[in-house]
């Protein structure tokens, strides 16, 4: 039996905090799979949350991108997916030489410098050509297998080329969507058994579905301000967590 699942209530508090999690994503653009890792490693080790994370976080993304596919940015997805592959090898090539407390400090460092990073003021945007997303795809890959949460620092880069809130929420999810995939596939090659916690995960996934759903609905319906403060809060506490 999965060992996660003896604990029932853990158990259900990371289901539902799975659907809020999905539900913030779809309203935010990105920053619901960053909780929902900082929460699961308040009990789960890192080697094995990670994993399971970026399994769930791939049906979430499929939901988003099939929910905004028509607002899919394709000139800024086809270069970010070029050396993305290149970049989870050499991630998960470093991963597999780091042990858990050290992957778990590096995520929650992570997480507290993006907090800081998103809440620098800027004068004005800055247009980042096209080309740069080679290389944006390259650096996802290796955060991707070492912190598990890149979505943000993305959603910082993508809003600099797009307005539309429907185009950064579609693209990122494209994003996401890739990223998780080439993820999954790498943790299996190095022989990650992900059957032995399928259950949690067929737990988690309809939980994420609906989330992405109400999110969505909500989308319009929301004071972006203060959902920004409550946002970086939690996430703030999560991440303190992880380092101490």
């Given at each position: 039996?999965?060992?996660?699942?003896?604990?029932?209530?853990?158990?259900?508090?990371?289901?539902?905090?799975?659907?809020?999690?999905?539900m913030?994503?779809?309203?935010?653009?990105?920053?619901?799979?960053?909780?929902?890792?900082?929460?699961?490693?308040?009990?789960?080790?890192?080697?094995?949350?990670?994993?399971?994370?970026?399994?769930?976080?791939?049906?979430?993304?499929i939901a988003?991108?099939?929910?905004?596919?028509?607002?899919?940015?394709?000139?800024?997805?086809?270069?970010?997916?070029?050396?993305?592959?290149?970049?989870v090898?050499?991630?998960?090539?470093?991963?597999?030489?780091?042990?858990?407390?050290?992957?778990?400090?590096?995520?929650g460092?992570?997480?507290?410098s993006?907090?800081?990073?998103?809440?620098?003021?800027?004068?004005?945007?800055?247009?980042?050509?096209?080309?740069?997303y080679?290389?944006?795809?390259?650096?996802?890959?290796?955060?991707?297998?070492?912190?598990?949460?890149?979505?943000?620092?993305?959603?910082?880069?993508?809003?600099?080329?797009?307005?539309?809130?429907?185009?950064?929420?579609g693209?990122?999810?494209?994003?996401?969507?890739?990223?998780?995939?080439?993820?999954?596939?790498?943790?299996?090659?190095?022989?990650?058994?992900?059957?032995?916690?399928?259950?949690?995960?067929?737990?988690?996934?309809?939980?994420?579905?609906?989330?992405?759903?109400?999110?969505?609905?909500?989308?319009f319906?929301?004071?972006?301000?203060?959902?920004?403060?409550?946002?970086d809060?939690?996430?703030?506490?999560?991440?303190?967590?992880?380092?101490?």
């Open positions: 039996m999965d060992v996660i699942l003896d604990n029932y209530l853990i158990t259900i508090s990371i289901i539902i905090v799975s659907f809020f999690t999905a913030i994503t779809s309203l935010a653009g990105a920053g619901g799979g960053t909780i929902l890792l900082a929460y699961m490693l308040q009990f789960i080790n890192p080697l094995v949350a990670i994993p399971i994370h970026g399994t769930v976080q791939l049906t979430s993304n988003r991108v099939f929910l905004f596919r028509k607002y899919l940015v394709w000139k800024l997805i086809i270069p970010f997916c070029m050396f993305l592959p290149f970049g090898y050499l991630g998960l090539t470093i991963f597999q030489n780091l042990d858990s407390q050290k992957i778990k400090f590096l995520i460092a992570f997480i507290i993006t907090i800081v990073f998103q809440n620098i003021k800027k004068n004005k945007k800055v247009r980042i050509p096209k080309n740069f080679y290389i944006l795809g390259f650096f996802t890959g290796v955060m991707n297998m070492l912190v598990g949460v890149i979505a943000p620092i993305l959603a910082i880069i993508i809003r600099n080329n797009l307005t539309k809130k429907e185009e950064i929420v693209t990122l999810g494209f994003f996401g969507f890739i990223g998780n995939l080439i993820k999954i596939i790498g943790f299996m090659f190095i022989g990650f058994n992900f059957y032995e916690y399928l259950t949690l995960i067929l737990l988690m996934i309809p939980s994420t579905i609906l989330g992405s759903r109400v999110g969505q609905i909500l989308l319906k929301i004071d972006e301000k203060t959902f920004k403060v409550i946002f809060a939690i996430l703030f506490l999560l991440a303190l967590r992880l380092l101490f």
